[in-house]
C-alpha cells in the first residue's frame, strides 16, 4: 500500500493517540508520539468500554488485556430520586457479545492505558517520546515538519507524512496549528472518587452498573474488581472551572435518599474535573488533523467520548495509509465522522436534560424508562453499539 514505510507523528499519548498508532503500525508505518507527561497517564477512575470500540480494541490485539482487567457488568440499575430499588435493569452481560459482536466492559481508564502502552511497546516501529516540553508542526507539499524540545533539553527536527493532534480537549494543535475555536465549559463537573468495595457492598450491586438520577445531578457507579473498588463519579453544576473546593455541592433533596446518601458517605478523595465541548468544522488544515476530544470532545452522559477517539483511530489510519495525499485522507475521514461524532454528542446532551429533570418532567421520564423495559436501550443504541468502521 502507498503508505507503509511512511512516518506519521502523534501529539498525545491518551486512549485515541495510542489506538491510532497501533493502527497505523499495524500497516507498518512508523510512528513518533509526543506526550508532554513522564509517563503514560489518564485522568480518572472508571471507562465503559462499550461494543462499538471493544471490536476495533479486540482487531488491535488488546482484547485478552482488557478481558483480564475489566468486568462485564450483567446490566445497569436506574435508580430515579428516592427510589430504595431499581426502577429498571437494563441488560447488558451476553446479549452485547449476540447483537453486537463484542461484550461491554467497565474498567480503569489506567488499565487500558497500560494495555494500550504494552501493545506499543511491542512495534519496534512506534517511538513514545516522553517529557516533551514544546512542539511546532509545519504542513508543506511533501508532508510535515516537527521541531521537538525533550525533557533534557534538546531540540530535534524531524520530516513525517502526517501530524494528527489526539492532543485532548483543549487541544493546541486544534486551537493554534489549524485555527479551531477553544473548548467550551458547560458549567458542570464530574466529581470522581474511588470506593473500597467492601464499605459499599451491601449498598450496591458488584456485577452491574448503577444510575442515579435526580434534579440538576446524577450519579454513576460500578465495580473494578481487578482492584476490590468501585467507580463514583457524580455529575453537578459548577458555575466556574476553578471551583473545584474539597466535595461536591449537593442540593438538599439529596439528604432525604438514603441509598445515595449512605453511599456517598463512603466517599473521600473526590476530585473534580471541569467538563468541556468542542463543536468545530475544523479537523485539518494540509497534512495536519486531529482526532479524539480533540476534534469533538462531548459530555459523558452516554460514556463515549473515548469510544469515538477510538472509532477515529479505526477510520483514519487506512485512510492515511491507501492514500497518496494526507490532506486527502483528513478529508474523508472528517466527512465520515462528523455525523456520528455529532449524533454521539447530541444523544449525551440529551442525557444530561434528561437525567436532571425536576418533577414532574421527571415523572414522565420515569414512566418512559419504566415502559421501554430492560432491552428498549437495545434497540435505542443499535446505531451507537452496532457500528463497524
Known amino acids: 500500500m502507498p503508505g507503509t514505510g511512511r512516518t506519521y507523528y502523534i501529539a498525545g499519548a491518551g486512549i485515541a493517540g495510542m489506538t491510532l498508532a497501533l493502527a497505523l503500525a499495524k500497516f507498518g508505518a512508523a510512528v513518533v508520539i509526543l506526550e508532554r507527561g513522564l509517563t503514560v497517564s489518564e485522568f480518572g477512575a472508571g471507562l465503559q468500554v462499550s461494543p462499538n470500540a471493544r471490536k476495533i480494541l479486540n482487531n488491535l490485539g488488546v482484547g485478552d488485556a482488557i478481558s483480564a482487567r475489566s468486568l462485564e457488568p450483567d446490566g445497569i440499575d436506574i435508580y430515579p430520586h428516592g ?17 453486537f459482536g463484542a461484550p461491554y466492559a467497565v474498567m480503569h481508564r489506567a488499565d487500558l492505558a497500560d494495555a494500550l502502552y504494552k501493545a506499543c511497546r511491542r512495534f519496534a516501529n512506534i517511538d513514545i517520546v516522553f517529557g516533551v516540553r514544546n512542539w511546532d508542526v509545519v504542513s508543506h507539499a511533501r508532508g510535515i515538519t516537527v521541531s521537538i524540545d525533550e525533557a533534557n533539553g534538546q531540540t530535534r527536527t524531524g520530516r513525517g507524512h502526517a501530524f494528527i493532534g489526539a492532543d485532548g480537549v483543549h487541544s493546541r ?56 473498588q468501585v467507580n463514583l463519579a457524580l455529575f453537578a453544576p459548577q458555575r466556574n472551572p476553578s471551583d473545584k473546593g474539597e466535595r461536591p455541592t449537593l442540593p438538599n433533596s439529596i439528604a432525604s435518599w438514603p441509598l445515595l446518601s449512605a453511599i456517598l458517605e463512603t466517599a473521600s478523595d473526590w476530585t473534580s474535573w471541569p467538563l468541556y465541548t468542542v463543536d468545530t468544522p475544523l479537523w485539518h488544515a494540509g497534512n495536519i488533523g486531529i482526532v479524539g476530544d480533540a476534534a469533538h470532545a462531548m459530555v459523558p452522559f452516554q460514556a463515549q467520548g473515548a469510544a469515538m477517539g477510538i472509532e477515529d483511530a479505526a477510520v483514519l489510519a487506512p485512510l492515511l495509509i491507501a492514500e497518496s495525499n494526507a490532506e486527502t485522507a483528513f478529508e474523508k475521514y472528517h466527512q465520515r465522522r462528523r455525523r456520528r461524532t455529532a449524533r454521539a454528542a447530541s444523544v449525551s446532551a440529551a442525557n444530561g436534560r434528561i437525567f436532571h429533570m425536576p418533577w414532574p418532567l421527571s415523572v414522565a421520564r420515569n414512566t418512559v424508562i419504566a415502559l421501554q423495559g430492560s432491552r428498549g436501550h437495545l434497540r435505542r443504541l443499535a446505531w451507537l453499539y452496532g457500528y463497524e468502521p
Open 83 to 99: 427510589r430504595p430499588v431499581p426502577l429498571v435493569t437494563l441488560e447488558l452481560g451476553a446479549i452485547m457479545q449476540a447483537r
Open 173 to 228: 494543535t486544534r486551537t493554534d496549528i489549524i485555527g479551531g475555536p477553544p473548548a467550551r465549559y458547560t458549567q458542570s463537573a464530574a466529581w470522581r472518587t474511588l470506593l473500597q468495595a467492601p464499605a459499599v457492598k451491601d449498598k450496591l450491586p458488584l456485577d452491574r452498573v448503577s444510575v442515579f438520577l435526580a434534579r440538576d445531578v446524577h450519579a454513576v457507579a460500578y465495580p473494578l474488581p481487578h482492584r476490590g
